[in-house]
């Protein structure tokens, strides 16, 4: 699923949500952008399950959610959003990477949480999907930088 597991942070007062980009960007209506020259991922990245991870932690809307670091092209601070052409209730703007225009999607519409719609976030979390395309999830702030092996993570429960 869209939160296929928790991270618990290293003092044990905080879950936290991993995002799991393979089914994000298989959903209908999260775009990404065909970016020639961003990096596809390398097997040796995706074949890292048995080692220690690296995984961003940060907050959006008043949740903290982790990525595997590996996914994540760049980090834009204080991104230019325009007006999106794209036809997505998720997209709330889009932003120029490199003369590609690049979604900018809200991580909340994206997972169905409640929160204020927004029509900026102060970043940008770029990632790149295993298929070389890009988009933007906006947050509020980075927290944290966690090592983690990826099989200490705990099931998500399901309501």
């Known amino acids: 699923g869209l939160l296929p597991a928790l991270l618990l942070s290293a003092d044990e007062s905080r879950i936290i949500y ?3 980009l393979g089914v994000l960007s298989s959903l209908p209506g999260v775009l990404f952008a065909a ?6 991922l390398k097997e040796e ?4 399950k048995n080692r220690l991870l690296h995984y961003l932690v940060f907050e959006c809307d008043g949740r903290n959610f982790c990525i595997d670091a590996s996914v994540v092209t760049e980090l834009v601070d204080g991104p230019e959003i325009t ?3 794209f036809a ?3 997209c709330f ?5 490199r003369g590609t225009k690049v979604p900018a999607l809200s991580l909340s519409e994206v997972l169905g949480l409640d929160h204020q719609r927004q029509t900026s976030k102060p970043q940008l979390l770029l990632l790149t999907a295993p298929d070389g395309r890009v988009c933007g999830f906006g947050y509020d702030r980075m927290v944290a930088i966690q090592r983690q092996d990826p099989d200490s993570l705990l099931a998500a429960p399901g309501y």
Do not use: E, Y
Not at 35 to 40: K, L, R, Y
Not at 45 to 48: S, V
Not at 93 to 97: E, K, L, N, Q, R
């Open 45 to 48: 990245a995706l074949a890292a």
């Open 83 to 85: 007006a999106s052409d």
């Open 88 to 90: 997505s209730d998720c």
């Open 18 to 20: 991993k995002l799991d």
């Open 35 to 40: 970016d020639p020259s961003a990096q596809i």
């Open 93 to 97: 703007g889009v932003t120029s990477v």
